[in-house]
């Protein structure tokens, strides 16, 4: 089970963290990622981290505005972002991957959480 948090109304140019909380003993063992679903777009990949933390790759779109890290122990992913603009205004889901590397495509995912709302709007 995945479940998101942190989502919120926001101002362009602030900064928010998500977190997704996971249970079950596979947490530590597979890729996760970041998804978004803006109204009338299809879900589109945000960011993805590989099993250990090691790699991590984004969208174009969010590069040197946001950060994907894992706390395994905790069984914790987050995303931080920075710098948020109108654009980013989506439902934020995070998802839990079938493989150990990074995953940047939808169907590499088997798990995903119910999402979290952020809305950047001055």
């Known amino acids: 089970q995945l479940v998101e948090s942190g989502g919120g109304l926001v101002q362009p140019g602030d900064s928010l963290r998500l977190s997704c909380a996971a249970s079950?003993?596979?947490?530590?063992?597979?890729?996760m990622g970041w998804f978004r679903q803006a109204p009338g777009k299809e879900r589109e990949f945000v960011a993805a981290?590989?099993?250990?933390?090691?790699?991590?790759d984004y969208a174009d779109s969010v590069k040197g505005r946001f950060t994907i890290s894992r706390d395994n122990a905790k069984k914790l992913l987050y995303l931080q972002m920075n710098s948020l603009k109108p654009e980013d205004t989506a439902v934020y889901y995070c998802?839990?991957?079938?493989?150990?590397?990074?995953?940047?495509?939808?169907?590499?995912?088997?798990?995903w959480g119910q999402g979290t709302q952020v809305t950047v709007s001055s």
């Open positions: 998802a839990l991957s079938t493989g150990v590397v990074v995953a940047t495509t939808a169907y590499e995912y088997a798990y």
């Open positions: 079950g003993r596979t947490f530590g063992s597979y890729g």
């Open positions: 981290i590989n099993w250990s933390g090691s790699n991590t």
